[in-house]
């Protein structure tokens, strides 16, 4: 016998059913069934005070834990401003199910009052979305959106639900994911790529986000231990190699570090594992390891040789495929060449000036905070320097909008994973650009109560348009001076949050001890030097060997 | 180059408009459109043509959950 009950009430029943205990949403008029339905449900609720907030916090909580994120929005405005959310799981290949009201049935194609073709609109930002087009098919769509979203390479995943279908009588159908035939791995390349690591001479690991995807940290760390090859990892993959590995060389990319690119550029073999060429890592394509074969470890069949041909390529769980390569030991002369350049070209923290250097605030504070922290980056010259100088020690310890570069990303994402963790330490390092960019969740955070530190690296610039203007358009500083900025300790007050403003580097050693021992949410506004700029940079068309650093300008 | 495709799409017309825009995004322009309704499916030939190589397409066609099949026509696929 199947149990009968509305269609929001069934929403509500699946997600708790299926384990979700925390959803982040807006009510609007096609969704108040299922905001009805949620009154008094065992299920948490979290009002952002935006819906692109509530995406970006359920992305947190979902990059975070690696389990899914769950936000809710009403149609039309509601479902559009969750699209910059959707745009940055797609892109980062984040785990999430956005259920969004529709107007009812009968008015759909109608120019409705907050109609909007949203099922058309995610098209291009999800990897599945559906349209409940019939009370009976709602129960078995909800169960395979949240199986299509964590499931193969993770992502966004829409349902869209008319409004009378939220309020009509629906039967519960299970629905198995057994039943959908699984992608079975492909791995006819094995013995090639085996052969491959056999005769390398100049191997090198190139680590992706899907590592973190796949929870493969520890069969990672087995195959660099076995071969001690060097390692280079994405901005997405950084903290999945741990940073005690003696041959970790860090980011590689346009930001990434002289030795991590100097090292893909002279090497012969590029492991890929779980990563896509993407173009801020590869610089330019025709001369990124020129000299290596490649073999590629991806569950995605798409992305390989989408960007770069492979000479050997594993299409699979990075579970299932890296316990298969058999790693041979690096050569002693290639590890020695990597160590040398490690010492070479070591960050350098003793900067000569009174003003704060923010390279040196993030490693100080990196060094300072519980080893499980949560550090959520928004996009500019704030998320380069985290990313080359803060330490992290698992991937869900560092949340950055990768592949979208979402300015608004790290308020929003630091309340979910605050929610998703509350008993670790969860910082967002901002800007003064970016933090504007989704500033009315302080007021989530003080309405949860929500220990979230936010550190913000003021140059009152839009600091990484700024230096682009700086280098490549001739000082040209268009629209990119926020010297208007308003007074963020003042600001963060407002929302009953309490912090400082420091200007010289002789206070950046106790704001940080203040930030880290605060009991509550916190902000640490720091200035900072507007001419500052991120080094070493590839510029835009050049090999990555081809960085400029400060000393080149 | 121009290819032909065959592919099988679950009967609903987000399907094809869901293929159609991928075909489009990734770099491939559509010359000739055919569509079919059999059954639970829709058969859909199609012509294309790019300067990429086809599996940029095949490739991104068959992660999509609606597609059931791709087959490809005229041209020997090209290895990946």
């Not at chain 1, 040398?340 to 060094?367: I, T």
């Amino acid at each position: 016998m199947s149990k009968t009950m509305t269609g929001a009430q069934m929403v509500i029943d699946i997600l708790v059913k299926q384990g979700i205990s925390d959803v982040f949403g807006y009510p609007g008029g096609a969704i108040m069934p299922i905001y009805d339905a949620l009154y008094g449900a065992p299920l948490k609720h979290y009002l952002t005070r935006h819906e692109q907030g509530a995406g970006f916090a359920a992305v947190g909580y979902a990059r975070s834990t690696g389990k899914l994120g769950v936000c809710f929005a009403t149609s039309g405005p509601g479902a559009t401003n969750l699209v910059t959310a959707l745009a940055d799981a797609m892109m980062d290949s984040v785990p999430l199910l956005a259920i969004t009201g529709q107007v009812p049935t009968a008015a759909i194609g109608s120019d409705a009052f907050q109609e909007v073709d949203v099922l058309g609109m995610s098209l291009s930002c999800t990897k599945h979305s559906f349209m409940v087009e019939r009370a009976e098919d709602l129960a078995e769509v909800l169960q395979q959106a949240m199986h299509l979203a964590v499931s193969g390479r993770p992502g966004p995943v829409l349902v869209d639900i008319p409004k009378d279908i939220q309020q009509a009588l629906v039967p519960f159908s299970p629905w198995s994911a057994d039943t959908q035939a699984q992608e079975a791995p492909i791995l006819n390349d094995l013995a090639l790529a085996n052969e491959l690591l056999k005769k390398a001479s100049k191997p090198v690991a190139y680590v992706g986000g899907g590592v973190h995807s796949a929870d493969a940290q520890p069969a990672l760390m087995a195959f660099l231990e076995q071969t001690q090859m060097p390692a280079v990892s994405t901005l997405k993959a950084l903290g999945s190699v741990l940073p005690e590995y003696e041959y970790d060389l860090g980011m590689l990319g346009m930001h990434g570090t002289k030795a991590a690119n100097l090292a893909v550029q002279e090497c012969d073999l590029l492991v890929c594992i779980g990563a896509r060429f993407d173009d801020r890592v590869t610089g330019n394509l025709a001369k990124f390891a020129a000299k290596a074969k490649v073999i590629h470890l991806d569950i995605d069949a798409a992305e390989i040789g989408k960007r770069k041909p492979a000479a050997a390529s594993l299409v699979a769980d990075l579970n299932v495929s890296l316990p298969l390569l058999q790693g041979v030991l690096a050569p002693a002369d290639w590890r020695a060449h990597i160590s040398h350049m490690q010492r070479e070209y070591a960050w350098r923290y003793d900067y000569p000036g009174e003003k704060v250097f923010a390279p040196y605030l993030l490693n100080k504070l990196s060094h300072d905070v519980p080893q499980d922290t949560v550090v959520c980056c928004d996009v500019g010259q704030h998320q380069m320097w985290v990313a080359q100088h803060m330490k992290f020690s698992h991937p869900s310890n560092h949340l950055s909008s990768g592949g979208a570069g979402t300015m608004g990303f790290g308020l929003p994402a630091a309340i979910g994973a605050k929610i998703a963790r509350p008993d670790n330490m969860v910082i967002t390092v901002s800007g003064d650009g970016s933090i504007m960019m989704n500033i009315q969740e302080l007021a989530t955070i003080r309405r949860n109560n929500l220990a979230v530190k936010i550190v913000i690296l003021d140059n009152q610039r839009l600091g990484m348009v700024r230096q682009w203007q700086e280098l490549f358009f001739s000082a040209r500083y268009s629209e990119t001076n926020l010297s208007d900025n308003p007074d963020f300790v003042q600001l963060a007050a407002v929302f009953g949050i309490p912090g400082q403003t420091i200007t010289h580097a002789s206070e950046v050693d106790d704001a940080i001890e203040k930030l880290v021992n605060s009991s509550g949410p916190y902000i640490l506004h720091a200035c900072i030097d507007d001419k500052e700029n991120v080094w070493p940079l590839v510029p835009p068309g050049a090999a990555n060997d081809e960085m400029l650093t400060e000393n080149t300008q | 180059m121009k290819h032909q495709l065959t592919v099988a799409v679950k009967n609903q017309s987000v399907a094809v408009e869901r293929f159609l825009r991928v075909a489009r995004h990734r770099g491939f322009r559509l010359m000739q459109l055919q569509l079919e309704g059999q059954d639970e499916l829709f058969l859909v030939k199609m012509t294309v043509d790019s300067e990429k190589p086809i599996y940029l397409l095949t490739s991104q066609l068959n992660k999509l959950v609606d597609v059931q099949s791709v087959d490809l026509h005229t041209l020997q696929q090209q290895a990946i």
